[in-house]
Each structure stands twice: as structure tokens, then as C-alpha cells.
């Protein structure tokens, strides 16, 4: 049992969607266990509220970075990977929080823009922003790249949409790059599935659920973000009914 206080002291973690629900939180977490971060998102004010909240708790001074991921162009990306070396000389970490889901219905239905945009942040965006962020991320020490998922990637039921269409892509995405660097020990890649939780977005598919409190992921974020991370490369990580930092036996670790 590891029962000290994990640490991300010194390490670089950007993450985009910072300005949601599960974005801010993931952010919070890594800053309030020492890391700096780098607040991504599309929304300038939500990206300073997260930022102001780090700063009042003692955190280190975030980097905003407002950037909408589904029409960034690759100038305005390697805009912000050059910021990040020129500012930090590294990343040790990227967490992906951002997410788009605005249908709900059957495929015949979809419009062009609605299948467009769920692609685009779901899936596309993370794509570039992780191939531009590579060089940096693999020229450090154990860097980690995490992937935000849902329980609809896998079960592809009806009347999900693009919304699902997207997720799937994009864990099938993490899996193929954390198995291009498997054996490397450069990089970490690994999918973290939240389970049900009040976010905005859940509500919009399920109003009348209770769901988990967004903070009982906050140790998950910092475990997946630690050099010394137990997990390993290239899982599909489940949200379990304990802490992972308070009992390092009980991780569920669902092998894919």
C-alpha cells in the first residue's frame, strides 16, 4: 500500500477542455499536486475561472492557451507547442478532456455540421494537437498521454450518433499510438473511463441521473500524470469505488 502523497512537482501537463467540467477538474488536480498546467479550451472565461481557482489555492501559475480544437489550423498548434518549449523547455503530460456531443437520434437524421463537429473535437482535434505535441512529449521522462472516454465507444448502441462514432475512434486512436511506443519507455498512453458523472455534457443524455461528484477523479488524474505512474501503456482504466492513491491493490486495470 502506498500511503504517501503523490507528487507531480516540476512536470508540464496541458489540458484540453479545461474550461469544463471534467477539463477544469483533471487541471485542479495535477496543479494542486504541484504540476503546472497548460489550460486548453474554447472559451476564454471558462479558461480563466479554472486558472483564477488554481491560483487562489497556491497552485503554480497556469498558461492559458484558448483555442477551438475543431478549427484550429496546424499554424495556430505548432503556435503553441513553440510556446511550451520556449516557456517550460518540456511536456510531461497531456490530458484529453475535450468533448462535443449536441445529437442525440438516429444516424439517417445527422446533419453534415453536427457529424462534422463531433468528429472534429472528438477525434480529429485530439489527433493534431497529440501529433504536434509528440516531439515535446517524447523528449522528456515519462510522459503520458491520457485519453478522456465514454462507455459508448464501446457499446455502440443506437441512437448515439457521431458522438459515439467519434469516441470510438478516438480510443481506437490511443490504443494504436500507445502500441506504436510500447517498449520504448518514452511514453505512456492510456484511455480513463470516468463511469457516470455530473458533468454538463452527461446531463444533456441523462437529466435525471444522479451520478458521481467530478471530484472523486481527481487522484486518477494525478496518478495517470506521476513519472512514477502505476499504470502501465496502453489501458482502458476504469473508475473504481476507491481512490486510487490510498490503495494502489484495488486499481481496476481493464486490459485491452
Known amino acids: 500500500m502506498n500511503t504517501s502523497k503523490p507528487t507531480l512537482d516540476g512536470r508540464i501537463v496541458l489540458v484540453t477542455g479545461a474550461g469544463g467540467d471534467l477539463g477544469s477538474l483533471a487541471a485542479e488536480a495535477c496543479a494542486g499536486a504541484g504540476a503546472t498546467v497548460i489550460l486548453l479550451g474554447r472559451t476564454l472565461a471558462r479558461l480563466e475561472s479554472t486558472y483564477d481557482r488554481i491560483v487562489q489555492r497556491g497552485g503554480p501559475e497556469p498558461l492559458l492557451a484558448p483555442l477551438d480544437l475543431a478549427a484550429a489550423a496546424p499554424e495556430a498548434l505548432s503556435t503553441i507547442a513553440g510556446s511550451i518549449e520556449s516557456r517550460f523547455g518540456a511536456l510531461h503530460g497531456l490530458i484529453h478532456c475535450a468533448a462535443h456531443m449536441d445529437y442525440l437520434g438516429p444516424l439517417r437524421d445527422v446533419t453534415e455540421t453536427q457529424w462534422s463537429q463531433a468528429l472534429d473535437v472528438n477525434l480529429t482535434g485530439a489527433f493534431r494537437l497529440t501529433r504536434t505535441l509528440l516531439p515535446l512529449l517524447t523528449n522528456t521522462e515519462a510522459a503520458a498521454v491520457v485519453v478522456v472516454t465514454d462507455t459508448e465507444a464501446e457499446r455502440r448502441r443506437g441512437y448515439w450518433g457521431p458522438y459515439a ?34 458533468t454538463r455534457l452527461r446531463r444533456k443524455a441523462f437529466p435525471a ?48
Open 165 to 198: 462514432v467519434a469516441k470510438a475512434g478516438l480510443e481506437a486512436f490511443a490504443l494504436v499510438l500507445a502500441d506504436e511506443y510500447d517498449g520504448a519507455g518514452t511514453l505512456r498512453v492510456n484511455l480513463f473511463a470516468p463511469g457516470p458523472i455530473r
Open 209 to 256: 441521473e444522479a451520478g458521481a461528484d467530478p471530484a472523486v477523479l481527481a487522484p486518477y488524474f494525478i496518478d495517470l500524470m506521476r513519472s512514477d505512474s502505476p499504470y502501465l501503456n496502453g489501458e482502458r482504466i476504469a473508475r473504481a469505488a476507491v481512490e486510487p492513491s490510498v490503495i494502489e491493490e484495488e486499481f481496476q486495470h481493464v486490459r485491452t
